[in-house]
């Protein structure tokens, strides 16, 4: 009994922390733009309304997950999975290492299997709880218009929970660390698209990880305007498609 409202308080402190830290940021990242920087957002209709979802996108700054997810509202949860390497200055690491648990975030400790597995469980359990997730396939930060590889880990979530995954396109956030960025008052892009259910993807690339990613790594860039890049999988991501929709549906549990 005491153990069951002792789980019923830690979690009403966790909302409340979630409620309190996540609309602080949201209110942040609506007044800058007035004074800072332009934002720019495309295809919020593509964003389901309730219910959990894998929000993916291409990764160029620190702050590019809070900026993929206030157009989706203050009250919304929405969890991030961040590597604990990103969080930098080290000597201010204790303070964002706080603040990241604070809006719900799962840490990745350390760059091997058993630390990977374990933040793929966590966020597997926050989504069966039908709370979305916001994760950065390439698990890194790139300054190319074009994002790395991605890794494998979004088409597994995909997979296991059977949840859709809403590709994104962020484009402006680079050079947020330069002083001299701020002058021109830069304009930060995102264009969200339309939901895939990657996990219904699998069979037809014989349950290979990795190529599922690259497909969604494609549909990123495709948000991008980038028509052609050297190693497209466009054309088999439309054969795959085609095979899709005369194959019976199965069903997400995403709404």
Known sequence: MIRKVQAKFIRLFESLSYIVTWSTFYITFRLLPFCLYKFHVEGTDNIPRKGRFILAANHMNFFDGYFVVVPIGPLRRVSFLIAKRALQPESIRLFWLTLARLIGTVVLDDHNQDAYTRALKKLHRIL???IPIMIFPEGGVSE?????KFKGGVAKLS???????????????????KI?????????????GKPIELYRY??????????????LRDKIIELSGVKEH???????????ENKLSNSPI???TTM
């Open 128 to 130: 069966s709880h039908n």
């Open 144 to 148: 190319n218009k074009i994002p790395r």
């Open 159 to 177: 997979i296991d929970s059977k949840t859709k995954v809403i590709p994104a396109y962020i484009d402006g956030t680079y050079g947020f660390r």
């Open 180 to 192: 001299s960025y701020w002058f021109k008052r830069p304009v930060v892009r995102i264009k969200y």
């Open 202 to 215: 699998a069979e037809a690339c014989g349950n290979d990880l990795d190529k599922m990613a690259a497909l």
């Open 230 to 240: 050297p190693d497209s999988f466009r054309e088999e991501v439309k054969e795959i």
């Open 250 to 252: 199965v069903k997400s």
